[in-house]
């Protein structure tokens, strides 16, 4: 199957272009950018060596249908897509952190808490607790926005302390990150799934505070199924789960954590063709629609021509 691992696009006015772990960014006469989606996957802060089919059209469609449907909490950057894998708006100055929010014990979460930590960015976390069990409330664990290499977690007053984020901005993005994430958990609720954590990256154009990035994807998300989750909490299995951590799991049991020394493992055909079809599962579970492949026999060209169409129709 064909796959955008690696893209080198160059639009008509592009003045910038910065290529992410899985996302690359292309600004547009320094007003508009153009992101495409790859199929690129990312564990461990580490891009993996092989592309998975269908996952950035399944990322670029999933975050445009949230963006659309929060829209009314927060104004986002989106302003259409283009291609199946391709999404165009606001060129928006990031702030230089993500506000990750947490409904349950699972994740980063639930191997901080194992090691011994009962603090997690500045935020208590209570004795007792299971991995995968729900927190009371949902809590936020910020994590610094790294360039390069891993983000750091952070805690509130440190961000405002050393300035990365003024005090009435960071109170600002809390609202619309609750705000966002029950609107989030409503939605996944209403197709059988519990909406477990994720993370909302903002922005600044024009003094105007705009949600930017995905949100609710895979690769920013994770989700349990509802169905059994009592009862698989209560004899302590494996959450039944969609989210990309499947892939760090088999990661951690090929010996590879991002750590010093460790080489990425080979992932077999087999293993990528199963995390595309995990991809493709929940973007149809999620939004209780038939996910329709795009064709793939020139991606690039596709993705030209389709750029190329839109720019021409906004000079």
Same mark, same amino acid.
Request: contains cysteine; aromatic residues 10%; proline residues 4%.
């Given at each position: 199957?064909?796959?955008?691992? &690696?893209?080198?696009?160059?639009?008509?006015?592009?003045?910038?272009?910065?290529?992410? %772990?899985?996302?690359?960014?292309?600004?547009?006469?320094?007003?508009?950018?153009?992101?495409?989606?790859?199929?690129?996957?990312?564990?461990?802060? !580490?891009?993996?060596?092989?592309?998975?089919?269908? %996952?950035?059209?399944?990322?670029?469609?999933?975050?445009? %249908?949230?963006?659309?449907?929060?829209?009314?909490?927060?104004?986002?950057?989106?302003?259409? @897509?283009?291609?199946?894998?391709?999404?165009?708006?606001?060129?928006?100055?990031?702030?230089?952190?993500?506000?990750?929010?947490?409904?349950?014990?699972?994740?980063?979460?639930?191997?901080?808490?194992?090691?011994?930590?009962?603090?997690?960015?500045?935020?208590?976390?209570?004795?007792?607790?299971?991995?995968?069990?729900?927190?009371?409330?949902?809590? $936020?664990?910020?994590?610094?926005?790294?360039?390069?290499?891993?983000?750091? &977690?952070?805690?509130?007053?440190?961000?405002?302390?050393?300035?990365?984020?003024?005090?009435?901005? !960071?109170? =600002?993005? +809390?609202?619309?990150?609750?705000?966002?994430?029950?609107?989030? @958990?409503?939605?996944?609720?209403?197709?059988?799934?519990?909406?477990?954590? @994720?993370?909302?990256?903002?922005?600044?154009?024009?003094? =105007?505070?705009?949600?930017?990035?995905? $949100?609710?994807?895979?690769?920013?998300?994770?989700?349990?199924?509802?169905?059994?989750?009592?009862?698989?909490?209560?004899?302590?299995?494996? =959450?039944?789960?969609?989210?990309?951590?499947?892939?760090?799991?088999?990661? $951690?049991? /090929? *010996?590879? =954590?991002?750590?010093?020394?460790? @080489?990425?493992?080979?992932?077999?055909?087999?293993?990528? *063709?199963?995390?595309?079809?995990?991809?493709?599962?929940?973007?149809?579970?999620?939004?209780? +629609?038939?996910?329709?492949?795009?064709?793939?026999?020139?991606?690039?060209?596709? $993705?030209?021509? *389709?750029?190329? &169409?839109?720019? /021409?129709?906004?000079?």
């Amino acid at each position: 199957m064909n796959a955008i691992k &690696d893209s080198h696009f160059e639009f008509p006015g592009q003045t910038a272009v910065y290529n992410g %772990k899985v996302r690359d960014v292309h600004t547009i006469n320094n007003d508009f950018i153009v992101i495409v989606a790859s199929d690129r996957i990312s564990a461990f802060d !580490y891009i993996l060596p092989k592309a998975i089919p269908y %996952k950035g059209q399944v990322l670029n469609q999933l975050a445009a %249908k949230f963006l659309k449907a929060t829209e009314d909490i927060v104004q986002n950057w989106l302003l259409d @897509t283009p291609d199946p894998s391709v999404a165009v708006g606001h060129k928006c100055e990031p702030f230089k952190v993500e506000m990750v929010i947490r409904g349950y014990m699972a994740g980063h979460a639930a191997r901080e808490y194992k090691a011994g930590k009962r603090v997690l960015c500045g935020v208590a976390l209570p004795e007792g607790m299971h991995e995968n069990d729900k927190f009371a409330q949902p809590i $936020i664990t910020p994590a610094t926005k790294a360039e390069e290499g891993h983000d750091e &977690d952070i805690s509130r007053e440190e961000i405002i302390r050393q300035g990365i984020v003024s005090e009435a901005d !960071y109170i =600002q993005l +809390e609202k619309f990150t609750y705000a966002l994430f029950q609107r989030g @958990t409503e939605i996944a609720a209403k197709q059988g799934l519990i909406l477990v954590d @994720t993370k909302y990256e903002f922005g600044k154009k024009d003094g =105007q505070i705009y949600l930017i990035d995905e $949100i609710h994807t895979p690769d920013s998300s994770r989700y349990f199924y509802a169905e059994g989750y009592e009862e698989r909490q209560a004899k302590g299995e494996k =959450q039944k789960q969609l989210s990309k951590e499947f892939v760090r799991e088999w990661l $951690i049991e /090929n *010996n590879f =954590q991002g750590l010093d020394g460790q @080489t990425i493992p080979e992932m077999p055909e087999a293993f990528v *063709n199963t995390v595309s079809e995990r991809y493709i599962e929940l973007y149809e579970k999620i939004t209780g +629609e038939k996910f329709v492949k795009a064709d793939v026999s020139n991606i690039e060209e596709r $993705i030209n021509k *389709n750029v190329l &169409d839109f720019i /021409n129709s906004v000079k």
